[in-house]
Each structure stands twice: as C-alpha cells, then as structure tokens.
C-alpha cells in the first residue's frame, strides 16, 4: 500500500519547536517534491513548505519563512519541517503530501496527488 505518513505533532508552548516528519510506505520518496500543508478548524488549507525532489530547493509561506526549514533525507526515505517560534495561529492539522516533479516544488495543493492523514500541531500555553 502506497502511504505517507506524519509523525511528530503535538501540544507545545508559544516560542516552542516541532519537529514533524513524513515518512513513505510502499514507495521512495527521493523522485518526488513534498509540500507540507495546514487546515485550522474553519479556515482554508495553506501551503506552508515545500522541497524539491534534491532537496536543494525549497519555498515557505510568508507566514513561516524564517522560523520553519524543511529538509529530507533521502537514505530514510523522509522528508521533515522544523518548526520553531511557535505561536498560536500556527495551531492546525499538518499534512504532507507528493507529487513526481522533475524541477522545483509548488505550494499549490492541487499539484499534489499523495496525502498523509495528517497530523494535529497544538500551539498554546
């Protein structure tokens, strides 16, 4: 079965860090662009990162850039979002999600064609 799966959510403090991961089953990820996403309770999914397949080229949302960095390690198969100085509007599901892309990434959702069930990110004190 083809999956990806998110690990490494949780509840954590304003100022605090997260380090999500998304992991693949079934396949290997290292041909692939990941893009991770979010959804708050009432609100629209937003693009927060994403990577290219080499893992030299990556794009944040405004929102994020400076305090979140995605990487991958292509040994493991996994893909990851540090995410640091968190506050509470950062409070959502995190998704990642892939597509097989030859250049760059897209923070577009529906460029993406393989989701994870996602994972709750908890930002409160």
């Known amino acids: 079965q083809l999956r990806l799966v998110e690990s490494g959510g949780g509840l954590v403090q304003p100022g605090g860090s997260l380090r999500l991961s998304c992991a693949s089953s079934g396949f290997t990820l290292n041909s692939y662009a990941v893009g991770w996403f979010r959804q708050a309770p009432g609100k629209e999914r937003e693009g927060v990162s994403c990577i290219n397949r080499r893992g030299d080229i990556t794009e944040y949302a405004a929102s994020v850039k400076g305090r979140f960095t995605m990487s991958r390690d292509s040994a493991k198969s996994t893909v990851y979002l540090q995410m640091n100085s968190l506050n509470p509007e950062d409070t959502a599901v995190y998704y990642c999600?892939?597509?097989?892309?030859?250049?760059?990434?897209?923070?577009?959702?529906?460029?993406?064609?393989?989701w994870g069930q996602g994972t709750q990110v908890t930002v409160s004190s």
């Open positions: 999600a892939a597509v097989q892309r030859w250049y760059g990434c897209t923070l577009g959702a529906g460029q993406y064609d393989r």
